[in-house]
């Protein structure tokens, strides 16, 4: 994982990462048969987002898509987060959750980050965007605790 700390610039390859899921952001709109919907707003950025989820299959596998307004950071990071949990089970997304937060705050990482998710590391060098980058990620965290308050 490369990371270029002195400079404050987000590595060009990252930064055409980030663009790429704000131009064309995956799971965006509404979530057909959705079993819960929160809403998650990032006072600092203006940032505003809702997640939608629901389970699906035989091992009742996580499917979120999301809708909202706000930087590049948080709409990418959203996008980025509803491939990432697809298909898995509620308590993997939840190691995914714990496991990004901690990265994003520079704490020890259980989970490897890979992938297009390499790219908001750079993030860490703007402390004022970690909440932008985060605030998909609780929301989310939101949902699923709400779901699981449903199936109770
Ligand atoms: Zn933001």
Redesign the pocket.
Known sequence: MSMDRGTGNLDALYREVILDHHRSPRNYGDLSGAEVKVEGY?P????RVEISVKREGQNRSVKCAFKGE??S??MASASMMTEEVEGKPAEKAEEIITAFRALMKGEECPLAVEGDLESLVGVRNFPV?I??AL?PWTTLNDALEKLKEKSA
């Open positions: 990032n600092l950025c203006g940032d706000g930087c950071i948080c965007r909440k932008c605030l």
